[in-house]
């Protein structure tokens, strides 16, 4: 029992370090409507980390988003809980589906004292103090964990059927708990597709006896994982269909879509139970305090004397790193938090915030005249010497706590973004958002390179996503392969659902899948007379 208690030992202190809280700063996409979704400049990008201003001053001590998620969460010293972003889904839980451009307390969480949150790409999670856990959004495959999957769309906090809540993370579709029940420590619901809820299925079945469509059943209720009954699980991320899970002893979990080799296991293979991670065991387990983290296509996590390790699809061009590798760069460093957006990453360690990756949108807050992305680690400038408390990285933006003591007037000279006023007769202040606007522009990546992403369910998930954008370089990020159908050189409709169900041989391609093969062989598919295995990403 002695590691358990060093964990809690560990949390403990963390706890009372997050305890007082920070400032909040922002950088990144403040289109949420249109982020992932459009070609071409967006507008009101905030390119340097940047005070929003109804959370000027107030004492946030913890924030969440997802690799999946346009929407964001904070979370105050008092449990309050403040959410905006994109809203289709009713994923800000605020009783409508209106988009909120400011930071906005969910009044309906008002009777509980919030102290931690996950945000999927339409869903969002948060755990009370006394163990309980809510969930609001979008709840098509069974993600709140209400035990019901009756009501599509949840626009106010439902209660989740788990108790004993100690954390929560979440995937784009899957929800996960932490939770202190004996043998009972880690719980799953939501999408099984890619076996990313650990439970040795994946669901699968035949809409119809004549139909080769594919659909995957939801699993509304949480189920603990049963081979981790004897684990208890202390730390969990998640990508958008992968998890990454630490048990008491130090060792390393991962289960969830195979490709890239997000995983860690040498090969591209899904896994649909917990697979130990090799590298992480014998003299290398994991310390009480390390962190984990989990991108769309990657994971990351600090062993032994604190170096971070990583693996998966790490750059944008490049071999994939199918186990993990030390990230040499970041050696010597004490990295305190982190956490991994689409294809990018934040850290906060020692007295600086470190960030990297693929970015268009300035969420790495490297400034106007700072580069956009860098394949390798580098300090964010215009935090130098600030002490960052915690981190959290969505699709296209990043969220950083600085701690107020010690920096001065540093925080004084950062811009301070109100949000697009809800009424047209207010106007901005041109001093403030105008510059950090125009600076941080950010400019379309190449078009050629950029495809929509099909997605992995019924025709209204795809009316939501299937104009998302992303790049060749992570095409898989939503765990699927793009399969476009030549006819007459268009496209073919939207989602498995419109092509999946012709066969690869009347000669007109399969049109674009969901990386699951449309025949009853499904080990393989045809895909421009080549054959690919599923779950493996295209070699070009």
């Not at 945000?119 to 006394?130: C, F, K, L, M, Q």
């Not at 079945?205 to 594919?214: A, C, G, H, I, P």
């Amino acid at each position: 029992m002695s590691d358990v208690q060093a964990e809690r030992k560990v949390e403990e202190e963390e706890q009372k370090k997050t305890e007082k809280g920070g400032e909040l700063l922002f950088c990144g996409s403040t289109c949420w409507d249109l982020v992932g979704r459009r070609k071409g400049a967006l507008e009101g990008n905030l390119v340097s980390p940047t005070r929003l201003r109804p959370l000027v001053g107030v004492d946030i001590r913890f924030v969440a988003s997802g690799c999946a998620s346009c929407h964001c969460v904070a979370i105050d010293v008092e449990g309050r809980c403040y959410t905006w972003g994109r809203n289709e889904k009713g994923q800000l839980g605020h009783g409508d589906k209106i988009q909120r451009d400011r930071p906005t307390v969910v009044s309906q969480l008002s009777k509980y004292k919030i102290k931690r949150a996950g945000a999927g790409r339409n869903h969002t999670v948060v755990v009370t103090e006394d163990g309980h856990s809510l969930a609001f959004g979008w709840n098509k495959h069974g993600q709140l964990g209400s035990g019901s999957v009756r009501n599509e769309f949840e626009l106010s906090p439902v209660r989740c059927l788990v108790s004993e809540v100690t954390n929560t993370a979440c995937g784009a579709d899957f929800t996960v708990w932490l939770s202190s029940v004996e043998g009972a420590s880690i719980l799953t619901a939501g999408l099984p597709q890619y076996g990313q809820l650990g439970h040795g299925t994946d669901n699968e079945y035949n809409t119809k006896d004549s139909s080769v469509r594919l659909a995957y059943e939801a699993q509304p209720r949480p189920r603990a994982i049963a081979s981790l009954a004897g684990e208890t699980i202390v730390k969990v991320a998640c990508g958008t269909n992968h998890t990454v899970a630490v048990d008491s002893k130090g060792y390393v979990y991962t289960w969830g879509f195979g490709g890239y080799g997000r995983l860690g296991h040498r090969e591209q293979k899904d896994e649909w139970v917990p697979r130990r991670v090799e590298v992480f065991q014998r003299n290398n387990v994991l310390p009480p305090d390390a962190v984990i983290s989990a991108g769309s296509v990657n994971s990351s996590c600090t062993a032994g004397g604190g170096q971070l390790y990583m693996w998966g699809k790490i750059k944008s061009n490049g071999d994939d790193w199918m186990y993990p590798k030390p990230l040499m760069d970041l050696s010597g460093w004490n990295l305190r938090c982190m956490d991994s957006g689409n294809m990018h990453h934040f850290v906060g360690a020692d007295s600086s915030c470190i960030s990297w990756g693929h970015a268009q949108y300035g969420e790495l807050g490297y400034g106007p005249n700072g580069q956009k992305s860098s394949a390798m680690p580098k300090k964010v400038d215009i935090l130098e010497g600030m002490h960052v408390v915690n981190v959290a990285c969505g699709f296209g933006h990043s969220m950083i706590i600085v701690d107020r003591t010690n920096v001065g007037d540093q925080l004084e000279q950062l811009d301070v973004y109100d949000g697009k006023a809800s009424d047209p007769e207010i106007e901005v202040p041109e001093n403030k958002t105008t510059v950090s606007t125009k600076k941080g522009a950010a400019k379309a990546s190449d078009s050629s390179k950029k495809r929509k992403k099909s997605n992995d369910s019924s025709e209204s998930e795809e009316e939501e996503n299937s104009d998302y954008e992303i790049d060749d370089s992570d095409e898989e990020a939503n765990g699927q392969v793009e399969r476009k159908k030549k006819t007459g050189g268009k496209a073919s409709g939207r989602g498995r659902g419109k092509a999946a169900n012709k066969s690869s041989s009347d000669g007109k391609g399969t049109g674009r899948g969901r990386g699951r093969p449309p025949s009853a062989n499904k080990s393989s598919q045809s895909v421009q007379g080549k054959t690919v295995k599923r779950g493996r990403p295209r070699k070009s």
